[in-house]
């Protein structure tokens, strides 16, 4: 999902997939890394040998914060250069794992696909980047645009994370809880599919579906459901929030996101905010309800095991309640607060180190978006000569029709002159 569902899914611009693809990689890669080495640091007081500790958790743990960092990486796609974002990489590594930590070991909150910690903090942390590096050129770049075969590029990695997504929401789960998070995000995204292509049809004055909405908006149920995908809250209720989920995602891309960019010169090349940011919330509210829900007589004797900061000794044979429902969804309502707020903070700052450092300033205008500057065997772009598949079909047509008309015409010609001759 990392590797082929996020950089094939930012290969929709027109002058940039190389890029989309390769510094994806990149970024992957070290954070992958990096975030193992910072979460061993944070987790090195529960140690008992004082060593890191790396096991499959750790890996997937890792898998979740390049994700974070991913997804800011999409708010800022063309317009930074490869060590911006790799130093951009390595504070959002620090942040965010902080922010988890907070959140899970003083708040004792559950979000196990990461709706919050992931999302949430990963969109909003690259939106205050963007806010601070995104020059007047960033935000009006006349290849920001996307053609024909880009589009179908990206569809590879919207299918790729649609398929997978389950897996990403339930990893972290044991038993019953993965068994529940599947399911549950099989249905959110299923719902959410079937309301994208129906709202992006509705806002569309010929009734025609957005690209750009069925790339993205159908992904977002499975973002909205993360919080709670391994609670309780029934099919009906992850279909529901899937719904909302792609109706709110769409409406992002079609009114929030160009209103966002031309009120507050907010601008969000891969639409983070509409994918991953407001779903991330809906995802966290989400959370609140079902844990204010969650009582002994829906989830019986495991609910010491899906909730296990509400229960001293919960892994015991006799837990004994500590925190009451309606506390443990305050919580969560504080934890998606304080995330909001750190990625915020932390971006802006982290933003103003992109900007003001020597050496890591903005891009030129004329290499904002654009793999030619950053790329061997990289051809110049010619705007006067499309490349797209239907442009070239179109050109060909073009062609054979004016050679049949030449044709036709030196056949009418040379036989005037025949006429003439005789």
Not at 242 to 253: D, E, H, I, K, P
Not at 349 to 375: H, N, Q, S
Request: aromatic content about 10%.
């Amino acid at each position: 999902m990392m590797f082929v569902g996020f950089g094939f899914l930012m290969t929709f611009l027109k002058r940039y997939g190389y890029s989309s693809v390769g510094f994806n990689f990149l970024l992957a890669a070290f954070v992958i890394q990096w975030a193992t080495l910072f979460r061993g640091f944070v987790e090195l007081g529960h140690s008992d040998d004082g060593k890191i500790h790396v096991s499959i958790t750790s890996m997937l743990l890792a898998d979740f914060t390049s994700a974070t960092i991913l997804i800011s990486f999409g708010a800022l796609l063309g317009k930074t250069s490869p060590l911006q974002l790799t130093i951009m990489a390595f504070f959002e590594v620090i942040f965010s794992l902080v922010n988890e930590f907070i959140a899970v070991e003083f708040l004792g909150t559950t979000d196990i696909g990461g709706s919050m910690y992931v999302h949430t903090f990963g969109a909003y942390f690259g939106l205050a980047v963007s806010m601070v590096v995104t020059r007047q050129a960033g935000r009006e770049s006349p290849k920001e645009g996307a053609v024909y075969h880009s589009d179908l590029f990206a569809m590879i990695g919207t299918l790729f994370l649609w398929i997978f997504w389950p897996s990403f929401n339930s990893a972290l789960g044991d038993d019953d809880q993965r068994h529940r998070a599947v399911l549950n995000t099989y249905f959110s995204l299923s719902a959410c599919c079937v309301a994208t292509f129906a709202t992006s049809s509705l806002l569309s004055k010929k009734g025609k579906f957005d690209m750009v909405h069925v790339q993205n908006a159908t992904l977002a149920g499975g973002v909205a459901v993360g919080t709670a995908a391994n609670l309780m809250i029934q099919p009906w209720g992850a279909i529901l929030i899937g719904v909302v989920a792609g109706v709110l995602s769409t409406f992002g891309y079609k009114v929030i996101q160009p209103f966002l960019c031309e009120k507050i010169g907010l601008h969000d090349t891969c639409g983070v905010n509409n994918l991953h940011g407001m779903p991330g919330i809906l995802g966290g509210l989400a959370g609140v309800v079902a844990c204010a829900l969650a009582s002994e007589s829906v989830y019986g004797d495991s609910l010491p095991a899906v909730f296990g900061d509400r229960f001293e000794d919960s892994t015991g044979a006799t837990p004994t309640e500590i925190r009451s429902a309606g506390t443990q969804a305050l919580m969560q309502l504080a934890a998606l607060v304080m995330t909001l707020a750190i990625a915020i903070v932390s971006g802006l700052f982290t933003g103003l180190i992109l900007r003001c450092v020597p050496g890591l300033d903005a891009l030129k205008d004329e290499k904002l978006m654009e793999d030619e500057y950053f790329w061997e065997e990289v051809e110049a772009d010619d705007s006067s000569h499309e490349t797209t598949g239907y442009h070239m079909v179109q050109q060909r047509a073009n062609l054979e029709v004016e050679g049949e008309e030449g044709a036709q015409q030196t056949t009418v010609t040379n036989g005037k002159e025949a006429d003439a001759q005789v």
